[in-house]
Structures are given as C-alpha cells and as structure tokens.
C-alpha cells in the first residue's frame, strides 16, 4: 500500500501561515484480495477504511496485481505442482486456511513438509521457525492468496514470511 504525504502552505489574506501535512493512505492490501474467503472487511479491520493495513477492497480481484496473478495462476493450473508465496512479517511457514479455523483435507500432508522446513531452518540456521495453518499462527485473515491457490490451483501451497526487527529484515 502507497502511503503518500501531502503538504500544504496555507495563505490566510495574503499571509503565509503555517505547513499542513496531511498523510494519505492510497490502496489495497493485495494479499486480502483474492476470492477464496474474501470479505471487504473482517474484525481487525471493520471499517473497511483504505488508509488500513488490511484493507481489502469493496470486491475480490479489484487490484489489477491481484488480477493478473489469478489469470497466470489459472491459465497454467495444469502445470502448477505447488506454490511458495513469500513475504516479510516475520519467521513462520504458513498453509491454508487463514480465513477459518478448520484445517485443509492434506494437512498431514502440509504438516509434514512445513516440521522438515522447520528443522532444517532451526538446524543450519540456528532460527526458530513457527510452522502451521495462518489462522493458528498468525491470526484470521480473509481473501489470501495461499488460501485462494490451496482452494484453485494446488494443495500444496505456502506463504513463507521471513525477518523481523532483531535482524533487520522487516518490511517496514
């Protein structure tokens, strides 16, 4: 999301005033606007305010990014045997859902290759990983893609969040 800032000298009867700065959200959280589980608002984010973190937009694939992945994403559905999306909030490995509570038909499956992932990860690395679905380990989130691609296009779908403020990595 653009975040952009607006200044503005005021001038009252030909005098110069003072600067007003005015702080303008512009946007969508792209990873909240992807039809499977889409809501344009959910409980952290009630307002559905665009200036929000989270927000989702009024509809599901409004963003032309969100758009264009779903396009690609069907178009080579066939071909897709799994599918990694990364971001940076912090170290966790994430699978379906995040949109409700219950977990995917293969999360054996998921569980399985998330506990090598964290082994290796806290092994070579020396960093401990949580690993599990996005609704147990971070919180319910509506309309993400790793839900959307688990739900379309292949169980075998990960959201890979690296960093956090002890190693400068975070997304800020």
Known sequence: ???????LRI???GRIGSLLRIEIALGVDINRNFM?????????DKENVPCSE??????????????????????????IKYYIDYHT?????TYAYGSHIW???????LRRYTDVV????????????????????IYECHGIVVDHVHYYITPIAFTVEVGNDDDEFYSS
């Not at 779903?70 to 080579?76: C, E, G």
């Not at 977990?103 to 499956?109: A, D, E, G, L, V």
């Open 1 to 7: 999301m653009a975040m952009s800032t607006l200044i």
């Open 11 to 13: 001038v009252c009867g």
């Open 36 to 44: 499977y589980g889409f809501m344009p608002y959910t409980k952290f």
């Open 54 to 79: 989270t927000y989702a937009s009024r509809k599901a694939l409004s963003t032309k990014e969100a758009e264009a992945l779903n396009f690609l994403l069907f178009k080579y559905r066939s071909k």
């Open 89 to 93: 909030y912090g170290n966790l490995w």
């Open 103 to 109: 977990p995917p038909k293969n999360n054996r499956q």
């Open 118 to 137: 964290e082994r290796s990860f806290t092994d070579t690395l020396g960093v401990q990983w949580t690993t599990g679905p996005v609704f147990n380990t």
